[in-house]
């Protein structure tokens, strides 16, 4: 034992490693990680993390955001869980109560879920457009690219032998496929540490996630400085690199082989090159994307006006801190009080009452993500809208595309983008209810995929994620025991808990987004309830664990009281006049249909942030001085 801490202290002082491993947070010696990089286990099984500075910023990679647990917070670095893992022998999903397998998931899915067409009355298509693009900050795809592209034949003999397979059967009743010969729906089990090796295959799988844990753009900026560089930075004036066609700003295209496989060539050729490449996935993040590079570009001029004493380097990092902070405002301020209730968030500390500043950083949390966070956001697949309706900019309507015709299809959704951003303020979204689109709820993947259910593959992975079930979580919400289906009765509609009843035998079988989707919404917001417990936890615990986070007054690169007042302005209709293409007015709440009391206006009229506030006034002294 002596020897080993011995060896460890040397290895500690003398090998120049800045290797650790990802699972454990460990350091590692050269001859380890030489060791990975020959078992190929390198990329998900290490991070480099060079040696923390405490007055140094954001780091694009996310390490030694917690001086103490520097690793975590880095990218593919652990969640946790809220509640402990619930799985069956052999790291398998979990039995029903008496033992058996649980329901069919497809079932379940058509049991309970409608398809079906409801607008909402409210809210604006922007909004499911956004919550795609801030989910992209910190989940990874690999995943639904797995079954895609590098395990695509679960559904054949083949993949009845491999282990990552774990597709969907289709029953012969099912409502939609008893007119098809469809009988089973592609999908693979989720990448986790176990299986690549980095952590002994005798404990519980835990999933792997590609982005950083916290709200730092990571799907804009990228996850290393590596790729950043690369991709990324112009090195002048702060700017990304960019592209200018047809008298408007784009990030740059890739020449030749590329992700957008659906678009359709020779016509359609463009494909963007950032440094995360989930830019071409789905049209929501696409387009905000496209505004947030422009933005990032108008930011960085503006700055580079008002001090032309800054280097690159500064001009580029201020921005980012800029661009970062202004849309976590619109992400936390924003939007989230329309779907969770603004009091409900105060009361539960989520966001701040007030407009300066607030500090609420503590180090004993390092900054992680649950597992459940992520998940619960599939929630939202049932408030997606299937079609896209295009506008011209005095409001007459132009045309439709289906959303899932646009995935991987960024030379057509820049084709149509004006159409697509007027689209975006004026249509409704799909209602907050249990109606759910025809093409989430069977084709999905578009051209990729014959045939898929997004909500048959939710459901399956919440049992291959091994969560807890629903019950469980409701206790450990709010607190109550649910000993039977008739405890369910003040948090679901009686008609819901005939179709629970109807799909498993126990209530204590109730898969958690089974439960969502079915659940009552919590006072004052139009979420269900614990919906709105996991991703409240989670907001908050992303504010207490930033040590960046843009509203402390003392962190490196803190912003002042007179710059944090301009980062308040910062709203959805703002970006929109800023960088929104083909927008000259919009509604003052962008993710409200325009209506009594938010009635379009000009952009003029629509606050933007004031730059003077981040005037460097020894510019001009040097300037004067020279
Ligand atoms: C090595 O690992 C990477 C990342 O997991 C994977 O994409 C690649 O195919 C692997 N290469 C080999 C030779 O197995
Ligand atoms: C766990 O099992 C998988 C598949 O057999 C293997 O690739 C991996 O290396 C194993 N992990 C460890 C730590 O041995
Ligand atoms: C959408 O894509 C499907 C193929 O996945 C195709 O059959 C259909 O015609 C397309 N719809 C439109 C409106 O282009
Ligand atoms: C499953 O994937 C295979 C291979 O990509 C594809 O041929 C098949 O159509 C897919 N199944 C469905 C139901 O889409």
């Not at 395990?151 to 597709?167: H, L, Q, R, V």
């Not at 180090?363 to 619960?376: G, K, R, T, V």
Request: net charge neutral; with cysteine; aromatic share 12%.
């Amino acid at each position: 034992m002596l020897f080993i801490v011995l060896i460890g202290l040397f290895c500690e002082c003398c090998a120049l490693s800045n290797y650790y491993e990802s699972y454990t947070g460990n350091k590692i010696t050269e001859e380890e990680y030489k060791q990975h990089v020959k078992r190929n286990t390198s990329f998900w099984c290490t991070v480099e993390v060079l040696p923390c500075d405490p007055r140094e910023g954001r780091r694009i990679d996310g390490s030694c955001n917690n001086l103490k647990y520097f690793t975590i917070g880095s990218n593919r670095t652990p969640t946790y869980r809220m509640l402990p893992a619930s799985y069956s022998e052999g790291f398998e999903p979990r039995l029903s109560k008496r033992g058996e397998t649980m329901p069919l998931a497809r079932a379940v899915r058509t049991n309970i879920l409608l398809e079906g067409h409801v607008p909402d009355r409210q809210f604006t298509q922007m909004l499911t457009h956004f919550l795609v693009f801030i989910v992209g900050d910190f989940v990874s795809v690999q995943d639904t690219i797995n079954y895609v592209l590098w395990t695509p034949y679960c559904c054949t003999e083949k993949g009845k032998s491999d282990y990552m397979c774990t597709p969907n059967s289709v029953p012969n009743d099912d409502p939609v496929h008893r007119f098809s010969n469809v009988r089973c729906l592609n999908m693979t089990r989720p990448g986790s540490y176990q299986r690549n090796g980095c952590a002994p295959n005798n404990t519980v799988p835990e999933r792997t996630i590609s982005g950083t844990p916290s709200f730092d753009l990571s799907n804009i900026y990228g996850n290393s400085m590596a790729s950043l560089n690369e991709k990324g930075r112009l090195f002048e004036k702060g700017l990304l690199k960019y592209e200018i066609e047809d008298g408007k700003m784009w990030p740059p295209s890739i020449k030749g082989p590329n992700l957008c496989y659906a678009n359709q060539p020779p016509r359609e050729t463009r494909c963007h090159d950032t440094p995360e490449r989930g830019s071409n996935a789905i049209v929501g993040a696409n387009i905000i994307t496209i505004w947030i590079w422009r933005y990032h570009n108008a930011i960085a001029t503006a700055l580079a006006n008002i001090n032309p004493c800054w280097n690159d380097e500064r001009l580029f990092f201020t921005t980012r801190e800029i661009v970062i902070a202004a849309i976590i405002q619109i992400f936390y301020y924003e939007l989230l009080p329309l779907m969770m209730g603004r009091d409900n968030l105060i009361r539960d500390g989520v966001i701040s009452p007030d407009l300066g500043f607030r500090d609420i950083y503590d180090s004993n949390y390092a900054p992680q993500i649950s597992l459940e966070y992520p998940f619960a956001w599939r929630w939202t697949h049932t408030i997606q809208e299937g079609n896209i309706k295009m506008y011209d900019n005095k409001g007459y309507h132009l045309k439709d595309m289906k959303l899932v015709n646009m995935t991987l299809r960024t030379a057509y959704v820049v084709e149509n983008i004006d159409g697509i951003t007027q689209g975006a303020i004026r249509q409704p979204m799909a209602k907050f209810d249990k109606a759910v689109d025809f093409d989430m709820a069977e084709v999905v993947l578009g051209p990729h995929q014959y045939a898929s259910d997004v909500f048959t593959s939710d459901l399956a992975k919440n049992r291959y994620f091994f969560l807890a079930p629903y019950i469980k979580y409701r206790e450990y919400c709010f607190g109550e025991r649910i000993r039977s289906f008739d405890d369910l009765v003040h948090m679901f509609d009686p008609d819901s808990i005939e179709l629970l009843k109807e799909s498993y035998k126990d209530v204590e079988d109730i898969d958690l987004i089974a439960g969502m989707w079915l659940e009552k919404y919590i006072p004052g917001g139009t979420v269900p309830g614990t919906f709105y417990c996991i991703i409240a936890q989670q907001q908050l615990r992303s504010v207490v664990s930033d040590r960046h986070w843009y509203e402390r007054p003392n962190r490196p690169n803190a912003f002042t009281l007179d710059q944090l007042l301009e980062i308040r302005k910062s709203s959805m209709a703002g970006l929109l006049c800023a960088v929104g293409d083909s927008i000259t007015e919009v509604q003052p709440h962008a993710f409200v249909r325009a209506g009594p009391g938010n009635e379009m206006r000009d952009c003029t009229q629509i606050k933007q942030l004031n730059m003077l506030a981040w005037r460097d006034k020894s510019c001009r002294v040097n300037q004067w001085g020279k």
